[in-house]
């Protein structure tokens, strides 16, 4: 017997409903023939046993985190009369700590989790130039610098998923509206080079129109089911 399935090749998910949109990561699903001995567990599929040492590993250290981080911003007060360098190492460990729930999650697609991830990471940098009295470098290029990074990475991520590249360009769009807040930052004082943030912005452009006149019928097709254009 075969059963006609819908599968999601950026999540590698395969559902027995003919639902055309991933409810994980909203890309678009394809369609293939599963014969029934072949038959996979289907989403939401998770042992409770694995869910449940998720949890303890992920409660442990939490644990560990939060005494570390109070035993360093006692350190840091007696020694220093201030908190400062606790604060980064604190970030430092929250930002541990959602890379590794990012990791271990199934239900958010690597889309996300790279945006979410580059972003946070940009946080962590922004807050440690802030508490070494701010020169203005974490604006000024690393924050740029991460978008072009992750055009770079949406680039061979299309080239390797390659039967689902189009998927990828919401997310050059989203790269795009991105790029404009270095141009902000830089109206109001906050960041004072501006070369970076037009090469960020420009690659961005670039990568998207490069994408569309490229991909011509299945590029247009992807942009009319996102967003109906």
């Excluded at 017997?1 to 395969?14: A, L």
């Excluded at 807040?181 to 670039?206: K, N, R, T, W």
Aim: with cysteine.
């Amino acid at each position: 017997m075969v059963y006609i399935m819908n599968k999601c090749w950026n999540c590698g998910v395969e559902f027995i409903d003919p639902t055309n949109v991933c409810p994980l990561c909203k890309c678009i699903t394809e369609r293939e023939d599963a014969e029934e001995e072949e038959f996979k567990p289907t989403y939401p599929f998770r042992p409770d046993k694995e869910i449940k040492k998720i949890q303890l590993a992920m409660s442990i250290y939490t644990l560990a985190a939060i005494i570390a981080e109070a035993i360093l911003v006692i350190i840091d007060f007696h020694v220093g009369d201030r908190i400062g360098w606790s604060i980064m190492t604190g970030a430092c460990m929250v930002y541990a700590y959602i890379t590794l729930k990012f990791s271990i999650q199934k239900h958010n697609g690597y889309q996300f989790k790279i945006l979410m991830q580059t972003l946070l990471g940009v946080a962590v940098v922004v807050l440690i130039d802030f508490l070494t009295g701010f020169s203005g470098w974490s604006v000024n290029y690393v924050l740029p610098a991460a978008f072009i990074l992750i055009d770079a990475t949406v680039i061979v991520l299309m080239i390797v998923n390659s039967r689902n590249w189009q998927s990828y360009i919401p997310m050059q769009l989203l790269l795009i509206v991105l790029c404009i807040i270095p141009y902000i930052l830089h109206h109001f004082g906050i960041s004072s080079d501006s070369i970076m943030c037009l090469i960020a912005l420009c690659v961005a452009i670039f990568v998207f129109i490069g994408s569309v006149i490229m991909g011509g019928r299945r590029a247009m097709d992807e942009l009319y089911r996102r967003f109906h254009v």
